[in-house]
């Protein structure tokens, strides 16, 4: 519970708050959230007990730890992580999770991700989930083969389409059970509203702009990148913007959104409809390539009466 400054002989008691995990470490790290410490010179912090938390790092007493009444649970397959619970069941049997989880936050056992912050939004793709908290910050978990947690994916091979109805999988699925941040792609932008695909995510900032990233082979993304690609995706965060013609590359002003497996919809702010992605059975409402399995970069205008 001691640290002395780099170049210091001299070993300082760590203060309520925080700890030094060993002895002549360079500094006292502030107890993170759902901990405290009321004592000096401590080598570790206090886990809140029960279902209470900390709402600050480097809290000094018990008394700090309030009762949460916020959870966030989640049943279903765990294949790849995406009920972020932390942890990953056997990739080589069935699953079968009918009882739920708490998603791994900084207010649940293990104390890991969404920076103790309440969860106002979730969105449930295939095989991934995205968390969006009250602070408006975008948190994932799940599969990223194809980049849908906006995330760079590990290389090697993976279980790309688990089609099969028992949905196992004899490769390592490169699960990523905890949430992680969707952050410096987003410019510190706001995040007011989240949607999930299938292995590809859209997302709306407080700027009324849409962005998407993951699976694009039909053009679900918006965008030319990776079409007719069935083995990657896009990861990286970009701006959906009107297509070609008047008015083509202008930024788009959206309030609301959907997403369906391979295809997305997009609400303007004067009420004008947009689709892209495969139209095979006519999703889109448009005749544009449906009944074809060619994609639709564009976001097209769907017009009702039409």
């Known amino acids: 519970g001691r640290s002395a400054p780099q170049g210091s002989d001299e070993c300082t008691l760590c203060s309520p708050g925080s700890y030094a995990a060993e002895a002549g470490a360079p500094a006292c790290q502030l107890c993170p959230f759902g901990t405290f410490q009321e004592v000096a010179g401590r080598t570790a912090c206090e886990g809140c007990s029960g279902f209470k938390s900390s709402p600050m790092q480097g809290a000094t007493a018990e008394s700090d730890c309030l009762p949460t009444v916020w959870q966030v649970w989640g049943a279903g397959n765990n294949l790849w992580g995406q009920l972020g619970s932390g942890f ?31 969860v106002l939004e979730v969105a449930a793709g295939y095989s991934h989930t995205l968390f969006l908290t009250v602070g408006h910050r975008l948190w994932a978990a799940g599969q990223n083969d194809f980049g849908q947690l906006g995330q760079l994916p590990s290389a ?129 409402g448009v005749q544009q390539n449906v009944g074809t399995w060619k994609p639709n970069v564009t976001p097209l205008p769907v017009d009702p009466e039409a």
């Open 156 to 284: 090697g091979p993976g279980c790309l389409f688990a089609d099969a109805p028992e949905l196992t999988c004899t490769v390592d699925a490169r699960p990523n059970a905890i949430p992680v941040e969707v952050d410096a792609a987003l410019f510190n932008r706001s995040v007011t509203l989240a949607r999930a695909g299938r292995h590809f995510s859209l997302v709306v900032t407080d700027d009324l702009r849409a962005w998407t990233f993951g699976f694009n082979a039909y053009g679900q993304l918006g965008r030319p990148d990776r079409l007719g690609d069935d083995s990657g995706g896009d990861w990286r965060v970009r701006e959906v913007v009107r297509g070609s013609g008047p008015g083509g590359g202008a930024t788009l002003r959206v309030v609301d959104a959907a997403c369906g497996s391979y295809h997305a919809l997009l609400l303007t702010d004067v009420g004008e409809l947009l689709a892209f992605g495969l139209n095979r059975f006519g999703q889109l």
């Open 88 to 118: 990953q069941l056997n990739y080589t049997i069935t699953e079968d999770n009918s009882r739920a989880v708490q998603v791994a936050s900084d207010r649940s056992k293990p104390k890991l991700g969404l920076d103790n912050e309440d």
